[in-house]
């Protein structure tokens, strides 16, 4: 049956952030809003700890759809950025393409809004052209659980991995001995809850 626990590795995979608008924010609606930004900025955090290549690009930003969030731009200054000027599919974008083809990854993880359209369409293009790809579900939103849903179920169908934002850490990092303190500060920023487990690891040193 072959290896059917396809690991991320971080020597190999690259970061893809589709579409992350201040205008395409509003439409999400599977997941709170302050969650849902958290966890998009986490993904974004997670791609600079394991120093990631990361892509960003945008759909017809000069329409409804709206500007990229500043945090992301701020936080990638000298990633690729490509602003698409129409293509709905972003692999359908030469310079988006050419951008993914020149990280020489083969292990994709991609975010972006909305799940059904922005997200769906490049994760099953990559599939189509051989590559590994990993969707970060909680950093990827859309309009309701329906459209979520039928996302998912699609992509997983394609060979598409589904993962949240800690799965998706956890897995690059393998072994906390690798890095204690920083993989531990991560986590603390993004998840209050693990912020008191930090603290108290700390408090007993």
């Not at 359209?117 to 590559?131: E, K, Q, R, T």
Request: hydrophobic share 45%.
């Amino acid at each position: 049956m072959g290896d059917l626990y396809k690991r991320l590795r971080k020597d190999d995979a690259a970061v893809l952030l589709l579409d992350h608008q201040t205008g395409l924010f509003s439409l999400v609606r599977d997941i709170p809003p302050d969650e849902f930004k958290n966890n998009v900025l986490a993904l974004a955090a997670s791609a600079k700890y394991f120093k990631l290549p990361t892509i960003l690009t945008t759909s017809f930003e000069q329409g409804p759809n709206g500007p990229i969030l500043p945090e992301l731009k701020a936080m990638f200054p000298e990633a690729p950025y490509i602003p698409r000027p129409g293509q709905i599919n972003a692999w359908d974008n030469e310079d988006f393409f050419a951008a993914v083809k020149a990280t020489g990854k083969k292990q994709l993880i991609i975010a972006g809004i909305v799940t059904d359209v922005c997200v769906a369409f490049p994760a099953l293009s990559a599939i189509n052209d051989g590559f590994e790809v990993f969707v970060a579900v909680d950093a990827s939103g859309t309009f309701n659980a329906i459209a979520r849903e039928a996302a998912h179920k699609r992509m997983a169908a394609a060979g598409v991995q589904l993962l949240n934002w800690f799965a998706i850490a956890c897995e690059l990092h393998r072994d906390w001995r690798n890095d204690i303190e920083g993989l531990g500060k991560l986590f603390a920023q993004y998840i209050p809850d693990y912020a008191n487990l930090i603290s108290s690891f700390s408090a007993k040193k």
